[in-house]
């Protein structure tokens, strides 16, 4: 039997275990990636198992969400990164130089290598041929050391393009279909491999427009063959010698398959407040626009501004509407200036922020009470753009271009009739980029060249906070009880007055599920344990571990819900809680406040490969909880997290399988 694109990676990466779906495998990891918002925790965490320098080919360090420094708090976290970087060994990246997924495909990126990274969204390069996951900080911290990446064998499904793309048909679009179709859990243990004849219709940008999105889906992560696109977006990066031929096998064998006709995609456009919330452009049109953003990591390339400036030749934007233009990388926003598209943006009405990700998690642009934001971002969960009851549309930049015109939501077809001014401004490939990899960036300092040998900390960054080991009781209060598709952001908030406190665990704790309940956090503290009670999907979204971290730290013993988003089930285990699965008559019957006691021996039961756990409540009556873990899980949930059980491993102390 043939293999697809992904078991050959894997195959080449794989040090434990068989690529049999649902089997736990561990593959070496290549590259790894973190940013400002996670970085900090990565690097306590790599100084805490005592490691002397990074282990991986490559390690990136990015500043890229809290870019403005608002406060001294992310001012001293930069240097406090850049310390760390100069000490281990990692490159790092200045802030303002851009997101960490564009400046990585720009810098690094390479076909059939392995990335792991801190971040939710580093799927990215996948359409460049790189198998790329995201992951708990912890997780990227101990392959950082060396050791190799453990999860789960996915599905692979079959993703087949065919035909084109018709005019004002872009990526954005297919994603966007596709999110339609198979809504915001439709990728869960699945990697999208992307096939067919419509493949090489796709420029790399185009693709990794999809593969970064593909995050949305829930998909572990998602990837494209390679070919002469591929080689010839690499030698303008000048790194040709990167490029590597990646095809699936004619025999391969997919789990199921997908067909996506190119030539039937439509402008698209997800409405609030999820991005599977989706339907064509003309089923909203006419919304008054008050805000349009181009840019992000999912559509900020220098060929994602592009089509956004040539639309506006010959147009203003809308004096009703304000459009901010934050390309993904300073090397995206030097080759616009270059070739004179900043200047005629901003003279038909464009104001240019920053390369960051600020915007997208509500630090800096957030929009007015009562108004529409169109946004070519990838998430528009509620209350992410920093203001609560928010209305964030996600589009493609050519349908935001058209809003930002018109001052409303419009079919950039539609308004292409109506303008003798406004055509459809296609896909366009650089000339060259700037710059020919990050030894000729000056923006990205480079290992052998970093200043720092000794860790910088400020007054804000506090320790890791460690959980005791598992015991054999469970019992306490259910803390909070949820709807479906809690997010990331909802257990802790990614906005710039909160984020900030990333760093110092005690003060971030506070916000804990603040937006769901601003009780919730004094009222955990007062129980001392207790547990949290979710519906489908808990845990979506962002790969960061505070989620999981925060509610540890205010005595949180596990959570019982119908399903887990997969970093966050994995930053659970990570970080000692019990990640417990009922059916929905249980959720149903649970309320808030209910006493729950795991009435087994919950330690023992956990090592010995339970799966069958009693759960009573208000000792009136009892369900069944699953606890869906391979050994290596339960061992790490025995020892109180993944930090304690790695630095046993290191020292050789005896295993807590053991007992």
Same mark, same amino acid.
């Given at each position: 039997?043939?293999?697809?694109?992904?078991?050959?990676?894997?195959?080449?990466?794989?040090?434990?275990?068989?690529?049999?779906?649902?089997?736990?495998?561990?593959?070496?990891?290549?590259?790894?990636?973190?940013?400002?918002?996670?970085?900090?925790?990565?690097?306590?965490?790599?100084?805490?198992?005592?490691?002397?320098?990074?282990?991986?080919?490559?390690?990136?360090?990015?500043?890229?969400?809290?870019?403005?420094?608002?406060?001294?708090?992310?001012?001293?976290?930069?240097?406090?990164?850049?310390?760390?970087?100069?000490?281990?060994?990692?490159?790092?990246?200045?802030?303002?130089?851009?997101?960490?997924?564009?400046?990585?495909?720009?810098?690094?990126?390479?076909?059939?290598?392995? /990335?792991?990274?801190?971040?939710?969204?580093?799927?990215?390069?996948?359409?460049?041929?790189? /198998?790329?996951?995201?992951?708990?900080?912890?997780?990227?911290?101990?392959?950082?050391?060396?050791?190799?990446?453990?999860?789960?064998?996915?599905?692979?499904?079959?993703?087949?393009?065919?035909?084109?793309?018709?005019?004002?048909?872009?990526?954005?679009?297919?994603?966007?279909?596709?999110?339609?179709?198979?809504?915001?859990?439709?990728?869960?243990?699945?990697?999208?491999?992307?096939?067919?004849?419509?493949?090489?219709?796709?420029?790399?940008?185009?693709?990794?427009?999809?593969?970064?999105?593909?995050?949305?889906?829930?998909?572990?992560?998602?990837?494209?063959?390679?070919?002469?696109?591929?080689?010839?977006?690499?030698?303008?990066?000048?790194?040709?010698?990167?490029?590597?031929?990646?095809?699936?096998?004619?025999?391969?064998?997919?789990?199921?398959?997908?067909?996506?006709?190119?030539?039937?995609?439509?402008?698209?456009?997800?409405?609030?407040?999820?991005?599977?919330?989706?339907?064509?452009?003309?089923?909203?049109?006419?919304?008054?626009?008050?805000?349009?953003?181009?840019?992000?990591?999912?559509?900020?390339?220098?060929?994602?501004?592009?089509?956004?400036?040539?639309?506006?030749?010959?147009?203003?934007?809308?004096?009703?509407?304000?459009?901010?233009?934050?390309?993904?990388?300073?090397?995206?926003?030097?080759?616009?200036?270059?070739?004179?598209?900043?200047?005629?943006?901003?003279?038909?009405?464009?104001?240019?922020?920053?390369?960051?990700?600020?915007?997208?998690?509500?630090?800096?642009?957030?929009?007015?009470?009562?108004?529409?934001?169109?946004?070519?971002?990838?998430?528009?969960?509620?209350?992410?753009?920093?203001?609560?009851?928010?209305?964030?549309?996600?589009?493609?930049?050519?349908?935001?271009?058209?809003?930002?015109?018109?001052?409303?939501?419009?079919?950039?077809?539609?308004?292409?009739?109506?303008?003798?001014?406004?055509?459809?401004?296609?896909?366009?490939?650089?000339?060259?980029?700037?710059?020919?990899?990050?030894?000729?960036?000056?923006?990205?300092?480079?290992?052998?060249?970093?200043?720092?040998?000794?860790?910088?900390?400020?007054?804000?960054?506090?320790?890791?906070?460690?959980?005791?080991?598992?015991?054999?009781?469970?019992?306490?209060?259910?803390?909070?009880?949820?709807?479906?598709?809690?997010?990331?952001?909802?257990?802790?908030?990614?906005?710039?007055?909160?984020?900030?406190?990333?760093?110092?665990?005690?003060?971030?704790?506070?916000?804990?599920?603040?937006?769901?309940?601003?009780?919730?956090?004094?009222?955990?503290?007062?129980?001392?344990?207790?547990? /949290?009670?979710?519906?489908?999907?808990?845990?979506?979204?962002?790969?960061?571990?505070?989620?999981?971290?925060?509610?540890?730290?205010?005595?949180?013993?596990?959570?019982?819900?119908?399903?887990?988003?997969?970093?966050?089930?994995?930053?659970?285990?990570?970080?000692?809680?019990?990640?417990?699965?009922?059916?929905?008559?249980?959720?149903?019957?649970?309320?808030?406040?209910?006493?729950?006691?795991?009435?087994?021996?919950?330690?023992?039961?956990?090592?010995?490969?339970?799966?069958?756990?009693?759960?009573?409540?208000?000792?009136?009556?009892?369900?069944?909880?699953?606890?869906?873990?391979?050994?290596?899980?339960?061992?790490?949930?025995?020892?109180?997290?993944?930090?304690?059980?790695?630095?046993?491993?290191?020292?050789?102390?005896?295993?807590?399988?053991?007992?």
């Amino acid at each position: 039997m043939g293999k697809t694109i992904t078991e050959k990676i894997l195959s080449d990466h794989l040090v434990e275990g068989t690529l049999e779906p649902g089997e736990e495998i561990g593959i070496e990891i290549d590259q790894v990636l973190t940013q400002d918002t996670t970085g900090t925790m990565v690097w306590l965490q790599f100084e805490a198992m005592d490691i002397d320098e990074v282990q991986t080919e490559l390690a990136a360090q990015y500043c890229d969400h809290q870019t403005y420094q608002f406060d001294f708090r992310n001012t001293d976290d930069h240097r406090f990164l850049r310390s760390a970087a100069g000490k281990f060994g990692a490159y790092f990246s200045r802030p303002g130089n851009g997101i960490c997924h564009q400046v990585h495909k720009e810098n690094f990126a390479a076909p059939g290598k392995t /990335l792991l990274g801190s971040d939710s969204h580093t799927p990215t390069p996948g359409g460049l041929g790189e /198998l790329a996951i995201g992951a708990g900080g912890i997780d990227v911290a101990v392959a950082m050391g060396g050791a190799p990446y453990y999860i789960e064998m996915p599905e692979v499904v079959n993703v087949r393009l065919e035909g084109e793309l018709p005019e004002w048909g872009t990526a954005k679009d297919i994603i966007l279909e596709l999110l339609r179709r198979l809504s915001v859990k439709g990728g869960v243990g699945k990697v999208l491999e992307y096939t067919g004849p419509g493949v090489e219709s796709l420029t790399v940008p185009e693709r990794t427009t999809i593969t970064n999105m593909g995050t949305e889906l829930g998909a572990t992560t998602s990837i494209f063959p390679t070919d002469e696109k591929t080689e010839e977006f690499l030698s303008l990066l000048g790194r040709e010698d990167d490029y590597t031929e990646l095809q699936p096998d004619e025999d391969a064998e997919y789990h199921e398959e997908i067909v996506v006709d190119l030539s039937e995609i439509e402008p698209l456009i997800a409405a609030p407040s999820m991005p599977d919330n989706v339907v064509p452009v003309e089923e909203v049109a006419g919304k008054d626009v008050e805000q349009v953003i181009v840019g992000s990591c999912t559509n900020g390339a220098y060929e994602d501004v592009l089509p956004a400036a040539k639309m506006l030749e010959g147009n203003t934007v809308n004096e009703t509407t304000e459009m901010v233009v934050a390309p993904g990388s300073k090397q995206a926003s030097k080759m616009l200036a270059k070739e004179g598209w900043v200047a005629k943006m901003m003279a038909a009405g464009v104001n240019f922020s920053e390369s960051t990700c600020g915007p997208c998690i509500g630090i800096g642009h957030v929009p007015a009470s009562d108004s529409v934001s169109l946004r070519t971002f990838n998430r528009n969960f509620e209350g992410r753009s920093g203001i609560e009851e928010d209305n964030v549309y996600l589009c493609s930049p050519e349908v935001a271009t058209a809003a930002a015109i018109a001052g409303e939501i419009v079919d950039p077809r539609d308004l292409a009739e109506e303008s003798d001014s406004v055509e459809a401004p296609g896909i366009e490939l650089a000339d060259k980029y700037s710059t020919a990899g990050a030894e000729g960036d000056t923006d990205i300092i480079t290992p052998n060249k970093a200043p720092d040998d000794e860790l910088v900390k400020g007054p804000n960054i506090g320790d890791v906070p460690l959980r005791d080991s598992l015991e054999s009781t469970m019992k306490g209060p259910n803390l909070l009880k949820m709807e479906d598709n809690i997010t990331t952001d909802h257990i802790i908030p990614a906005t710039q007055d909160i984020l900030m406190y990333r760093s110092n665990i005690d003060k971030l704790s506070e916000y804990t599920l603040s937006r769901v309940d601003e009780n919730f956090a004094e009222r955990a503290e007062n129980a001392e344990g207790g547990f /949290l009670v979710a519906g489908e999907n808990y845990g979506q979204g962002s790969s960061r571990e505070h989620a999981a971290m925060c509610p540890m730290y205010l005595g949180v013993q596990g959570v019982l819900a119908q399903s887990f988003a997969r970093i966050h089930r994995a930053n659970l285990f990570n970080f000692g809680l019990l990640p417990l699965v009922i059916d929905e008559e249980t959720y149903e019957r649970i309320n808030q406040g209910d006493t729950i006691e795991v009435v087994d021996d919950v330690r023992k039961g956990v090592l010995n490969g339970k799966e069958e756990f009693t759960v009573r409540v208000n000792d009136e009556w009892e369900a069944t909880a699953i606890l869906d873990a391979s050994q290596r899980e339960r061992d790490m949930l025995a020892a109180g997290g993944k930090l304690a059980w790695t630095k046993q491993q290191a020292t050789g102390s005896e295993s807590v399988a053991d007992d």
